[in-house]
């Protein structure tokens, strides 16, 4: 499975991927299954795009998604964490993985640290997602709230 996390910078992306990374290792049904975690932060690093035009963020789109498509075809679990607000890049990565994917969007109304690497223009998922509004609520409800999501999909 590749669990998509997407939303704008601040949404909560990074800080409920890893949850999610860390409760799917210790899940006993993924106790034979690697289970990555993919920041497109650290992509950035890795390829050194410090571009935040539209071309710089859909280069780093890309970058991203290759790395989970090679996970994926290895048998891995991938959690990923991206801005990615071009609907088009992200109905190609879940035409390409169809049932092995499921994208959830995180956003919320809240001023975080990470305001000058908002993209003024997201486009909302409009089919086949999650969506969590992250907006003044704790982590912990937030999370409960994905993995009950998760299960009523059948994509634990």
């Known amino acids: ?18 949850k999610l990374q860390k409760f799917l290792g210790t899940e006993r049904r993924n106790w034979r299954r690697d289970v990555f975690f993919i920041d497109d ?23 991203t998604y290759g790395i989970v498509n090679y996970l994926q075809l290895q048998g891995n679990d991938i959690v990923v964490s991206i801005m990615s607000p071009y609907q088009d890049l992200r109905e190609e990565l879940k035409d390409k993985h169809k049932n092995n994917i499921q994208e959830i969007f995180l956003h919320n109304s809240d001023s975080r640290d990470t305001e000058v690497y908002k993209v003024p223009v997201f486009d909302h998922p409009e089919v086949n997602f999650v969506d969590l509004d992250t907006s003044k609520k704790q982590v912990d409800r937030i999370f409960s709230k994905l993995i009950t999501n998760l299960v009523k999909l059948e994509k634990l």
């Open 41 to 63: 932060e650290q992509v950035r690093e890795i390829f050194q795009n410090f571009d935040y035009t539209e071309k710089g963020i859909r280069k780093n789109i890309n970058d």
């Open 1 to 18: 499975m590749i669990y998509s996390l997407i939303g704008n910078s601040g949404s909560g992306k990074t800080t409920h991927g890893k």
